[in-house]
C-alpha cells in the first residue's frame, strides 16, 4: 500500500518538520520518533563503501568498515563500458542493502578540467557525454538494488583549491555545454534519488543558495525528481536555500539551521509550503528504501573482490607498445619500483576504502607461479632517491631480459582537499625510469595515478600502460595484461598534454583565492588541443590493443535530419588479429557551416564491442538534433543551424577512419535585434532576412559613396560589420527609408 505521506506530513509539528531538513550526525538523517520515521544511513562512496560505524569525518580521516575497493571513476572512465560500470553500481547496491545504507554518495562527475584537480581520480573525464552516460549507468545499477546515489558535487567544482568559497565564473554556454551535461544526462536517464551541490559559489551565489541552479535547472529544465543535499557543510544561508531547492543539509546536527527555517516561517519570510514540499521530497527517497529494504541481503567481500579485479583489466589503457607486450614468460624478467609491492589504487579523502584486501603484481606474479626477480629501486609513497636502490635497480635491469618498472603517483601527490602543483612524476622515478630504459631496450612501465602526468621518458621504454587508480584487485588486473591473459581495452577518458602549460586552463587554474575564471568556455581537453592544433601526448580516447581492429564502411539510416529526428549510424568493426578483443567504436561530430566557436569535433557516441580474431560486428549508434548543437545564449536553448555535419567514427579523437556527412534542417531561429544596431553581415546570414537585405543593396547600387553594381569582395567584407545605422551616416539611406526597410524585415523575420 502507497504511503500517504502527505497526510503524514500533516501531522507533523512545523519543528518536526523543519528538523527533518537537516542531518542528525555525520552520516544520518533526524527520526521522528513520535511518528515512526526513522533515522537513515548513508555512506560514501563512489567507488565502495566508507560506512564509518564510529566516529564520522568527511576527510576518510577515521576507519570505516572494512569493505571492497572498487576501481576509482578516472579508471572505470576508460573502460568506455557503460554496461560494466551498471555491474559496479548493482554490486555496490548489493553491498548497501547489506550494511543498512540507504544512499551512497556518488558518483562524482566533475570535469576534468585541469590535470591538476586533487580530486580528478574521482571524477570520469574531460568530457561531458563519457562522463554522462558513466554516471547513468552506475546509478542505474546502484538504484536497481533500491538505494539512492548521491550524484556530485553540483556543480562547477573543478579544483580543491579554495574549494569551500572559491566563485567559479562560467558563462551559461559553458556550463550548458560543459559543466552540466553530465548531471543532466544521469538526471535524465537514471534520475538519482538525490544530487549534491557544492561548496563553491556559481557566478556569484553559493551553490546552496542558488535557485537557477538548484530548480530552474536542476528541476525545471531537467525534471530531476529526488531531493537536493548539501556537500559535507556546504550551507550558506539556510532559509534561502529552502527557497533555492536545497532540501536537505548534512552533517548534522543542524538544529540552529533548523531554528532559523522555524522562525522564517513564522514571521512570514518563508512559506510554509516550501518547507512541506522539502520535507516530502526527502521522505519519498528514503521510504522507497525502506519500502524495499531487502531483509538478508548480504555482501560477499571475496567475491566482490575477484570482479574488481575483472573490472580493472577492462579498463586498463595501453598506452605504448612497440610489440614487447604481451611479456613473454620464458624471459628474465625483473620487477622494478615500490608500487609492484605497494601499488596505489585508490585516493585519499572522502572516498578513501578500508580495503578487504590488496593485491599487487608481485603477489599476482606469485600467485601465478611466475618466476621474476624484484628491486625497489624507489619507493611507492614519497619522493626519495635512494642511490644504493637505484644503482642495484640498474644493474638488475642490465642483466634482464625484460625490466618491468611499476611507478606512479604517491599518495600525497593527489588527494581530495588540494590541487597538484605540476604535472610531474617524483624526480626519482623519471631518474630510474631514464636509467633502465638507457640499459635496457625493453623497460615496461606500469603506471598507478589519479590524472595525468608528465612522461619525458615515454619515447624511450618500450610499452606504457596505464593503470589508474585501479582498485584492491590492481595487481590482478596488471598481471594478467602483461602476460596477455587479458587483452587491454581501455582507453583514455582524457588527454595527456606534453606539458601541464599546453592546458587550456593553465593560466586561470588556481590564481585567485576568490574566484577562477572558465576563461577558454567551451575548449576543455580536447576541444582546446584540437582547436589549437596542438599536438599532446596522448589523445582523448587512445588505447591499444594486442590485437588490431579496422572500423569502416560507414552508412547512416538517413542523410538529412530535422529537429525531431533521428539518424542512425552504423560502422563495421573487424578483428584483424590473431587475439580476441574489445575494440571502443567512438562517434565524433563536427559543425561544417563555418558556425564561429565551435569545437572541431565532439564526442556523441560510444560502444565497446567484443571480437573473436577475424570476426566482424556491425555497431549503430544514434545521434539527433542535440548531439549537433551548441548552446545558443541568445535562444536560451541548444541550436544547430541548418547546414551539414560530419560524422566521425574511429577509435581514438585523433584515429578517425570512418567519416560521412548529414544534412540538418531546424526551424529553430536565434533571435535577432531587429533596430539599427544589426549588421548588414547578420542579416545576409540569415536566411529569411538575406533576400529583403539584399534587394536594398541591389537598390543602392550607384547611390551614395558605395557602389554595389559591380561585385567588390573588399566593400562586402567591409560592409559585413556595418550596422544599419551606418548607412545613414555614410548617405546611403534616409531616416524615412531606414524605418521602411526594418518594417519589412521585422515582417520577414516574425512570418518565418
Ligand atoms: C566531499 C564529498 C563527500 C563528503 C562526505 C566532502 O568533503 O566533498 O564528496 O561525500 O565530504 O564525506
Avoid at 257 to 284: F, P
Avoid at 648 to 662: F, P, Q, R, W, Y
Avoid at 708 to 727: G, I, N, Q, V, Y
Wanted: charged share 25%.
Amino acid at each position: 500500500m502507497a504511503r500517504d505521506l502527505k497526510k503524514l506530513i500533516q501531522e507533523m509539528t512545523l519543528e518536526e518538520k523543519c528538523a527533518l531538513l537537516g542531518g542528525n550526525d555525520f552520516w544520518h538523517t533526524k527520526a521522528v520518533e513520535r511518528l515512526g520515521i526513522p533515522q537513515f544511513m548513508m555512506s560514501d562512496g563512489p567507488h565502495g563503501l566508507r560506512k564509518q560505524d564510529m566516529e564520522g569525518d568527511h576527510l576518510g580521516v577515521n576507519d570505516s568498515i572494512v569493505a571492497v575497493c572498487w576501481p576509482t571513476a578516472c579508471a572505470t572512465a576508460s573502460s568506455f563500458d557503460t554496461e560494466m560500470i551498471g555491474r559496479m553500481g548493482e554490486y555496490i547496491g548489493n553491498e548497501c542493502q547489506a550494511e543498512n545504507l540507504s544512499i551512497v554518495l556518488g558518483p562524482a562527475v566533475n570535469i576534468k578540467r585541469s590535470p591538476l584537480c586533487g580530486r580528478n581520480f574521482e571524477y570520469f573525464s574531460e568530457d561531458p557525454y563519457l562522463a554522462g552516460e558513466m554516471a547513468a549507468s552506475f546509478i542505474n545499477g546502484v538504484q536497481s538494488k533500491h538505494v539512492g546515489t548521491s550524484i556530485k558535487h553540483f556543480a562547477l567544482n573543478n579544483q580543491e583549491y579554495y574549494r569551500m568559497s572559491n566563485n567559479s565564473a562560467a558563462s551559461e554556454r559553458t556550463m550548458r555545454e560543459i559543466y552540466l551535461p553530465a548531471f543532466e544526462t544521469a538526471v535524465k536517464k537514471a534520475q538519482p534519488k538525490t544530487v549534491m551541490c557544492s561548496y563553491n559559489r556559481i557566478n556569484g551565489t553559493y551553490a546552496s543558495d542558488n535557485e537557477w541552479l538548484l530548480t530552474k535547472v536542476l528541476r525545471d529544465d531537467w525534471g530531476f525528481e529526488g531531493f537536493v543535499m548539501t556537500d559535507w557543510g556546504a550551507v550558506d544561508d539556510r532559509v534561502q536555500g529552502v527557497r533555492a531547492g536545497l532540501e536537505l543539509e548534512m552533517p548534522g546536527d543542524t538544529s540552529e539551521n533548523d531554528a532559523k527555517i522555524v522562525e522564517a516561517v513564522k514571521n512570514g519570510s518563508l512559506s510554509e509550503e516550501l518547507v512541506d514540499r522539502s520535507v516530502e521530497r526527502i521522505l519519498t527517497v528514503l521510504y522507497d528504501y525502506l519500502d524495499n529494504k531487502q531483509d538478508g541481503a548480504v555482501f560477499d567481500r571475496d567475491a566482490d573482490h575477484e570482479k574488481a579485479a575483472e573490472m580493472e583489466a577492462e579498463c586498463a589503457v595501453l598506452l605504448e607498445n612497440n610489440g614487447i607486450l604481451p611479456l613473454d614468460g620464458t624471459k628474465r624478467i625483473v620487477y622494478i619500483g615500490g608500487f609492484a609491492e605497494k601499488p596505489r589504487y585508490q585516493g585519499g579523502g572522502s572516498s578513501h576504502i578500508n580495503s578487504s584486501k590488496v593485491v599487487s603484481a608481485l603477489d599476482a606474479a606469485k600467485a601465478m607461479g611466475r618466476d621474476v626477480t624484484y628491486v625497489k629501486g624507489f619507493p611507492a609513497d614519497k619522493d626519495e632517491l635512494d642511490e644504493a636502490e637505484f644503482t642495484k635497480a640498474v644493474e638488475a635491469a642490465k642483466e634482464a631480459d625484460i625490466a618491468v618498472i611499476f611507478a606512479g603517483l604517491p599518495d600525497v601527490f593527489e588527494s581530495e582537499g588540494y590541487d597538484r602543483p605540476n604535472m610531474d612524476m617524483p624526480a626519482c622515478q623519471n631518474k630510474l625510469i631514464q636509467a633502465v630504459a638507457e640499459v635496457n631496450p625493453n623497460t615496461v612501465v606500469v603506471l598507478h595515478n589519479g590524472s595525468p602526468v608528465e612522461t619525458p621518458w615515454a619515447d624511450d621504454v618500450a610499452a606504457i600502460l596505464e593503470m589508474y587508480l585501479g582498485g584492491q584487485g590492481v595487481g590482478t588486473a596488471a598481471d594478467a595484461l602483461l602476460y596477455g591473459l587479458k587483452n587491454p581495452s581501455g582507453h583514455l577518458a582524457e588527454s595527456f598534454p606534453f606539458r601541464v602549460q599546453d592546458n587550456p586552463s593553465y593560466l586561470n587554474f588556481n590564481t585567485d583565492p576568490e574566484q577562477c575564471v572558465y576563461a577558454e568556455g567551451v575548449y576543455v581537453g580536447y576541444r582546446y588541443y584540437e582547436k589549437k592544433e596542438m599536438p599532446v601526448r596522448w589523445a582523448f580516447g587512445h588505447g591499444l590493443s594486442y590485437t588490431e581492429f579496422v572500423i569502416d564502411n560507414i552508412r547512416v539510416s538517413a542523410d538529412t535530419m530535422d529537429d525531431d529526428g533521428t539518424i542512425d549510424v552504423t560502422v563495421d568493426v573487424t578483428n584483424v588479429g590473431r587475439t580476441a578483443g574489445k575494440e571502443v567504436v567512438q562517434l565524433y561530430v563536427s559543425d561544417k557551416n563555418g558556425t564561429p566557436d565551435r569545437p572541431v569535433k565532439e564526442l556523441k557516441g560510444f560502444a565497446k564491442v567484443e571480437l573473436a580474431p577475424g570476426e566482424k560486428k556491425s555497431v549503430t549508434l544514434t545521434i539527433d538534433a542535440r548531439s549537433l548543437s551548441y548552446f545558443e545564449e541568445k535562444l536560451g536553448g541548444w541550436f544547430a543551424p541548418s547546414g551539414k555535419y560530419g560524422i566521425l567514427v574511429g577509435d581514438a579523437s585523433d584515429h578517425i577512419t570512418a567519416c560521412t556527412e548529414i544534412s540538418f534542417t531546424t526551424k529553430k531561429q536565434v533571435p535577432m535585434r531587429m533596430d539599427t544596431s544589426i549588421t548588414v553581415g547578420e542579416l545576409l546570414m540569415n536566411p529569411v532576412t538575406a533576400p529583403v537585405i539584399k534587394k536594398m543593396m541591389n537598390e543602392m547600387a550607384g547611390a551614395g559613396p558605395v557602389d554595389f553594381s559591380e561585385p567588390d569582395p573588399m566593400m562586402e567584407a567591409m560592409m559585413r560589420f556595418m550596422p544599419l545605422k551606418s548607412l545613414i551616416s555614410f548617405g546611403m539611406l534616409d531616416h524615412g527609408k531606414m524605418e521602411a526597410l526594418l518594417a519589412v524585415l521585422k515582417a520577414e523575420y516574425e512570418k518565418a
